[in-house]
């Protein structure tokens, strides 16, 4: 397997078959909070494309040189510190500080997406599908640009999924609905059926 197909291989699986919202459940605050219209879900989508990637470019960096230092045994340093206790803690603050460079990146370029993501904008620091991929990206033992390549393809799906159900909620919106379903109900129904329709990608890489 070439080094190209490979990438390639990482970003199908990342954005289809393993997507990190419908396979993984991971992201799904966000997902059913700013889902209701397809405006909104665009921009949480950019928003958390921007997030996903650089932090998971940072967080690479910051476990490769500061917390396993493994760069620094090459030099005949001894008794080097293993800092991955700190792994959790390190990689929020990477999130945090991204997160609030794009909150006030759009509250000046765009305030009536900023007050239509509301809540939401500031939580991407706690959405897990960021650390999820953070994590997944070293425990897989990728290197930069496989990390690059599997964080833009869990983005790529994150955005895919949560613009379909968006979609899919503003159709609901105009259709006939028994009353016990009308709103939240309905929501999650459609959303299941989204990941049973997900599962269908499995097998597609082999």
């Not at 490979?6 to 997507?19: C, E, H, P, Q």
């Not at 799904?28 to 958390?48: D, H, N, Q, R, Y």
């Not at 690479?60 to 090459?74: E, G, Y």
Request: charged share 10%; proline share 4%.
């Amino acid at each position: 397997m070439t080094g190209f197909t490979k990438i390639v291989l990482i970003v199908i699986s990342a954005a289809l078959v393993n997507n990190y919202v419908l396979s993984r459940y991971l992201g799904i605050c966000p997902f059913l909070g700013v889902s209701k219209k397809v405006e909104t879900a665009v921009g949480m989508s950019a928003a958390v494309t921007f997030v996903m990637v650089m932090a998971s470019v940072i967080t690479f960096l910051v476990q490769d040189l500061i917390l396993q230092p493994t760069w620094l045994a090459k030099l005949g340093v001894e008794n080097i510190p293993d800092l991955r206790f700190l792994q959790t803690i390190a990689f929020i603050l990477v999130i945090a500080s991204l997160v609030q460079f794009v909150e006030m990146m759009i509250q000046k370029t765009n305030p009536s997406l900023y007050s239509a993501l509301g809540v939401y904008l500031p939580l991407i620091t706690t959405n897990c599908a960021v650390l999820g991929v953070a994590v997944i990206n070293i425990r897989e033992g990728y290197n930069l640009v496989e990390t690059v390549a599997n964080s833009f393809g869990a983005a790529i799906g994150f955005g895919l999924a949560i613009i379909l159900f968006a979609g899919i909620r503003e159709r609901l919106e105009y259709s006939d609905i028994p009353k016990p379903f009308i709103g939240f109900p309905i929501a999650l129904i459609a959303a299941g059926l989204m990941s049973v329709a997900f599962l269908g990608f499995n097998g597609l890489i082999g």
